[in-house]
T-cell receptor, first 109, second 117 residues
């Protein structure tokens, strides 16, 4: 099955700085790579996703890059704000998804 | 996207009892639903794939006789935790995949917090 590794497990950044989270996956058949933001006690919220036929996607302050050859993908958040503080999960798969372990992001005001 | 609800949002039960959790797709016909479990400060782990009108498919290590899944209609899947024990205390989340496109997006329910005393 798919195995997704996510780093770092915690990330503290100064407000206004950038945050980068990296994930690797094992199954070359995976073709869908979403990123979720989860606040305590809430459902995961899709913030951006990318399909295997695209190398990069950007939505305002959030961007995701995908390297299928190396089997890794990354989330970039620019101009971080305190409301970006949350747990972020990457996932990979096709119809079923495997999730990374999560990154707790803290944005210091 | 699809609107997915879960009931109850939280439940506390005694050890040895059974608890049923409902997942409803309010505006989207769902032939498939996914059930996840999330322990505190951990990731989402897929437990099983619920299939409308047929048996659920369980992930490796998940006891099918303990976690009973019924998907009797295109809008409702239920997960019953039988003979619950404190180690079953967790956040249970269902999701509905977007079958109408090739985008594989999943729409998540709000989750059910189960505490077994």
């Amino acid at each position: 099955g798919e195995n997704v590794e996510q780093h770092p497990s915690t990330l503290s950044v100064q407000e206004g700085d950038s945050a980068v989270i990296k994930c690797t996956y094992s199954d070359s058949a995976s073709n869908y790579f979403p990123w979720y933001k989860q606040e305590l006690g809430k459902r995961p919220q899709l913030i951006i996703d990318i399909r295997s036929n695209v190398g990069e996607k950007k939505d305002q302050r959030i961007a995701v890059t995908l390297n299928k050859t190396a089997k890794h993908f990354s989330l970039h958040i620019t101009e971080t704000q305190p409301e970006d503080s949350a747990v972020y999960f990457c996932a990979a798969g096709d119809y079923k998804l495997s999730f990374g372990a999560g990154t707790t992001v803290t944005v210091r005001a | 996207g699809a609107v997915v609800s879960q009931h109850p949002s939280w439940v506390i039960c005694k050890s040895g009892t059974s608890v049923k959790i409902e997942c409803r797709s309010l505006d989207f016909q769902a032939t498939t639903m996914f059930w996840y479990r999330q322990f505190p400060k951990q990731s989402l782990m897929l437990m099983a794939t619920s299939n409308e009108g047929s048996k659920a498919t369980y992930e490796q290590g998940v006891e099918k006789d303990k976690f009973l899944i019924n998907h009797a209609s295109l809008t409702l899947s239920t997960l019953t935790v039988t003979s619950a024990h404190p180690e079953d205390s967790s956040f249970y989340i269902c999701s509905v995949p977007n079958d109408l496109s090739s985008y594989n997006e999943q729409f998540f329910g709000p989750g059910t917090r189960l505490t077994v005393l």
